[in-house]
């Protein structure tokens, strides 16, 4: 049981890093189409 929690909660970090780098992947498109 313990491990199931741990690995749901890796996932559930895994996830919110992966938005945070989609996030930060479009900003820098967004400054990449402003700057020209």
Do not use: D, P, W
């Not at 929690?5 to 402003?34: D, H, P």
Request: include cysteine.
């Amino acid at each position: 049981m313990q491990r199931h929690v741990n690995s749901s909660k890796q996932g559930l970090t895994y996830i919110k890093c992966y938005f945070e780098q989609q996030k930060n992947y479009i900003k820098r498109l967004n400054c990449r189409a402003s700057s020209h």
